[in-house]
């Protein structure tokens, strides 16, 4: 079996990389420019990342329209709609309040990176502003910014996320993945068959 060659320093890391191009480098801004405005308002969808004692957490999060609210050049808000009350990025945040966002636009190659420091208010002015169908969220996530660029677009070409079709055929549902998990105990076909129904109604 080979021997692992482990890369341990930073010195060890740069023997393998080159220098960024230009282009990464002037990318980096501590502020909303209007291009990545455009994006960041575009985009239903985006990746939380936070970390906590614990270890790292990454959660999707979707709206129908914008997935954030721009309040100003330096901050986002990001309501925090029906889950599963595992509250896993919450915890995070209240404990480390660094946070990562990944913005995507669908059939668009560009990503949007956004680092900075959240809170979570519980004002009930600015949950209602995410009103939907009469409800709020019962929190929203402030987010000052430090770092918004633009990501390369290799890791989406290469995966073909927007243009080779669906690929989901043939993959487990949630159902049958706690079923595996639980060695049968937990009825993952009627969790399936309800499941269409419970995210109607509690969508928000």
């Not at 080159?18 to 002037?26: D, F, L, N, W, Y």
């Not at 990545?36 to 906590?52: K, P, S």
Request: hydrophobic fraction near 35%; include cysteine.
């Amino acid at each position: 079996m080979p021997v692992p060659v482990w890369v341990e320093t930073l010195e060890d890391l740069h023997r393998y990389y080159g220098t960024p191009a230009e282009a990464s480098q002037i990318k980096v801004t501590a502020q909303l420019t209007s291009g990545y405005r455009a994006h960041i308002e575009r985009a239903r969808f985006c990746v939380l990342a936070t970390v906590g004692p614990e270890g790292t957490d990454c959660s999707p999060r979707g709206d129908e329209g914008s997935v954030v609210r721009i309040q100003d050049d330096r901050t986002l808000l990001l309501p925090d709609w029906k889950g599963n009350e595992r509250i896993d990025s919450l915890r995070n945040i209240v404990r480390d309040g660094r946070v990562s966002l990944l913005f995507l636009v669908a059939g668009s190659n560009v990503a949007i990176r956004a680092n900075g420091q959240g809170k979570i208010s519980a004002d009930p002015e600015l949950s209602r502003l995410f009103e939907r169908q009469g409800k709020h969220p019962r929190t929203v996530i402030v987010i000052h910014l430090k770092e918004v660029y633009s990501q390369c677009a290799r890791a989406l070409i290469r995966s073909g996320l927007w243009t080779d079709g669906d690929s989901s055929a043939g993959l487990p549902s949630i159902g049958d993945m706690l079923k595996e998990i639980t060695a049968g105990e937990f009825d993952g076909a009627r969790y399936d068959a309800e499941w269409p129904e419970r995210a109607a109604q509690t969508m928000w």
